[in-house]
């Protein structure tokens, strides 16, 4: 079977490590274009080119996916099959009926649900208790394709979106092996998904890390653990920003008041909630490194009563 791969981040390299390495052959591989990354703006090639060139696959960088000219390329390609793996842009129709047989997407949830741009971080923040992986047939729409493999994960309480990203996408990558399998085999079926069961996972920004002390100890040692390592939940002390890298929960006294230091010790900062208590016990200051808490308090000697507060203090600057 010839596939031509579309994919971008790290989550999806493993998977064409895993087609690389199989009985199948990669005629190619699509990317995004190299983009400046970092303080420094360097131009850095997106991590699935780079484990392309190492192997030797050929590689495509259109800027639009879409473009009459690039569908053109693909059908010259003549491949039985595209997979694609958060490639980071939108199939048309156009490009979906290129091959000979569909486009395969695999997707970080258990669809229906999470569908959307960040479904790991979702299913750590709202508390869910497993997630998993889903191989579809790509359609127009987004993440609504029929389902044609799934895979659950247990998510442990350990787990924050970086170490649930890995899982996923080495399970996944199994996955889609799997089922490229199950289709030369002939054995593959599809089962439409439910509209009335899905969820949808929007794309995160900063703002979404603001910790509302009023919440429960558990939903704001969820936030952190769903936003870890990006965009990170935060909070401030005396104007000063501080993310929350670690954090877990304590039972709590009827006068805690949320958001309030109510114990520090050299293992963490006890914070009052909505219910039972946060505690910090590893942070990060404005400009400054990641920390445990006894490092953050002999910089910063908090006190019962002290407040971690969900706004800065300063006048809007708007």
Same mark, same amino acid.
């Given at each position: 079977?010839?596939? !031509? @791969?579309?994919?971008?981040?790290?989550?999806?390299?493993?998977?064409?490590?895993?087609? *690389?390495?199989?009985?199948?052959?990669?005629?190619?591989?699509?990317?995004?274009?190299?983009?400046?990354?970092?303080?420094?703006?360097?131009?850095? @090639?997106?991590?699935?080119?780079?484990?392309?060139?190492?192997?030797?696959?050929?590689?495509?960088?259109?800027?639009?996916?879409?473009?009459?000219?690039?569908?053109?390329?693909?059908?010259?390609?003549?491949?039985?099959?595209?997979? !694609?793996?958060? @490639?980071?842009?939108?199939?048309?129709?156009? !490009?979906?009926?290129?091959? %000979?047989?569909?486009?395969?997407?695999?997707?970080?949830?258990?669809?229906?649900?999470?569908?959307?741009?960040?479904?790991?971080?979702?299913?750590?923040?709202?508390?869910?208790?497993?997630?998993? #992986?889903?191989?579809?047939?790509?359609?127009?729409?987004?993440?609504?394709?029929?389902?044609?493999?799934?895979?659950?994960?247990?998510?442990?309480?350990?787990?924050?979106?970086?170490?649930?990203?890995?899982?996923?996408?080495?399970?996944? #990558?199994?996955?889609?092996?799997?089922?490229?399998?199950?289709?030369?085999?002939?054995?593959?079926? *599809?089962?439409?998904?439910?509209?009335?069961?899905?969820?949808?996972?929007?794309?995160?920004?900063?703002?979404?890390?603001?910790?509302?002390?009023?919440?429960?100890?558990?939903?704001?040692?969820?936030?952190?653990?769903?936003?870890?390592?990006?965009?990170?939940?935060?909070?401030?002390?005396? *104007?000063?920003?501080?993310?929350?890298?670690?954090?877990?929960?304590?039972?709590?006294?009827?006068?805690?008041?949320?958001?309030?230091?109510? %114990?520090?010790?050299?293992?963490?900062?006890?914070?009052?909630?909505?219910?039972?208590?946060?505690?910090?016990?590893?942070?990060?200051?404005?400009?400054?490194?990641?920390?445990?808490?006894? *490092?953050?308090?002999?910089?910063?000697?908090?006190?019962?009563?002290?407040? @971690?507060?969900?706004?800065?203090?300063?006048?809007?600057?708007?």
């Amino acid at each position: 079977m010839k596939i !031509v @791969f579309m994919g971008t981040p790290d989550f999806a390299v493993p998977t064409l490590d895993a087609l *690389s390495r199989s009985e199948f052959q990669v005629a190619c591989v699509v990317t995004q274009p190299d983009r400046p990354k970092g303080r420094g703006q360097a131009v850095r @090639f997106p991590p699935v080119k780079q484990f392309a060139l190492e192997r030797g696959i050929p590689v495509l960088q259109p800027e639009k996916v879409n473009a009459p000219d690039f569908i053109e390329v693909l059908r010259g390609l003549a491949p039985d099959l595209v997979v !694609v793996v958060a @490639f980071g842009q939108i199939l048309n129709p156009r !490009v979906l009926a290129v091959p %000979r047989h569909f486009c395969l997407n695999l997707h970080a949830s258990l669809l229906p649900k999470y569908r959307g741009a960040a479904p790991i971080n979702r299913a750590i923040v709202n508390g869910e208790r497993e997630t998993g #992986a889903t191989t579809m047939k790509m359609d127009a729409a987004m993440d609504t394709g029929d389902i044609l493999l799934t895979q659950v994960v247990p998510i442990k309480d350990s787990d924050n979106a970086q170490t649930l990203h890995d899982t996923l996408s080495a399970a996944g #990558a199994d996955l889609v092996l799997e089922t490229v399998r199950r289709l030369e085999r002939g054995t593959l079926a *599809s089962t439409p998904q439910d509209p009335a069961q899905a969820t949808y996972a929007a794309k995160l920004k900063k703002e979404d890390g603001l910790i509302c002390w009023e919440k429960s100890a558990r939903q704001i040692r969820d936030l952190v653990r769903g936003l870890e390592p990006w965009p990170g939940a935060y909070a401030f002390y005396k *104007s000063l920003r501080i993310r929350i890298c670690e954090a877990e929960t304590a039972p709590g006294d009827p006068g805690d008041e949320p958001g309030s230091v109510v %114990r520090v010790s050299d293992y963490g900062i006890e914070v009052g909630t909505g219910q039972g208590r946060a505690v910090i016990t590893r942070l990060q200051p404005e400009s400054k490194k990641p920390m445990p808490a006894k *490092s953050f308090l002999q910089g910063h000697p908090l006190r019962k009563g002290d407040r @971690f507060e969900s706004h800065s203090g300063q006048p809007s600057t708007k």
